[in-house]
């Protein structure tokens, strides 16, 4: 399959093998390999040409959605630094109530001058859904909605999955009680439909 010779995106889908182009003409980028002077596509997308650093790349469909500020997202907490909280982020759910995978970074910041006693709890390991306050190379998250929050957490003694109890989370197996800022629907999530432009 070739490529078309104007420059941006072009709208034909390739798939992991099509030759894209040729090493003469343009550098391998993203999810593109150079084989013996073929440039051949790694993965399922787009074709994207940069015209001005002559650099072929494919973007994926993860690339191609792009949840904005408003959007409501799910990830898992895998940093805690002082109380701003890194987001890893996996999915996001569009108006239409369509979820997409994405791997984008979040972050849960404390307002300045917070009393620490007061912040809403949510700790590393933590499963999130949040949603975006500001979109940029990374996002901005609250948590603060009664449907925001905690989805999934785990016993910080055992690891086992936490079961709600009233107002707080219960280990099933030891019986160590945590407290959480959990979402309203924590323990009976129903995530959305999943989308993928691949089927
Ligand atoms: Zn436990």
Request: aromatic share 6%; hydrophobic share 35%; net charge neutral.
């Amino acid at each position: 399959m070739q490529v078309k010779r104007d420059g941006g995106l072009d709208n034909n889908f390739v798939l992991p093998g099509d030759e894209i182009g040729i090493a003469e003409e343009y550098l391998p980028g993203r999810n593109v390999a150079d084989q013996d002077g073929k440039l051949m596509s790694l993965a399922f997308g787009n074709v994207f040409r940069d015209e001005r650093r002559l650099v072929l790349s494919v973007r994926t469909t993860k690339e191609k959605h792009r949840a904005r500020t408003g959007d409501i997202v799910y990830g898992q907490v895998v940093k805690d630094d002082r109380g701003t909280q890194t987001v890893r982020v996996g999915a996001f759910e569009d108006r239409s109530g369509m979820l997409y995978e994405i791997d984008m970074t979040g972050l849960i910041r404390q307002p300045r001058g917070h009393n620490p006693d007061s912040a809403p709890i949510i700790k590393i390991g933590d499963y999130i859904r949040a949603k975006i306050t500001r979109d940029g190379d990374y996002y901005d998250l609250g948590i603060m909605s009664p449907n925001l929050g905690v989805i999934i957490a785990f016993c910080s003694l055992c690891r086992t999955r936490l079961m709600r109890d009233q107002a707080v989370l219960k280990c099933p197996n030891c019986d160590h009680v945590e407290r959480r800022k959990i979402a309203s629907d924590y323990g009976e999530v129903y995530l959305p439909p999943e989308r993928n432009d691949l089927k």
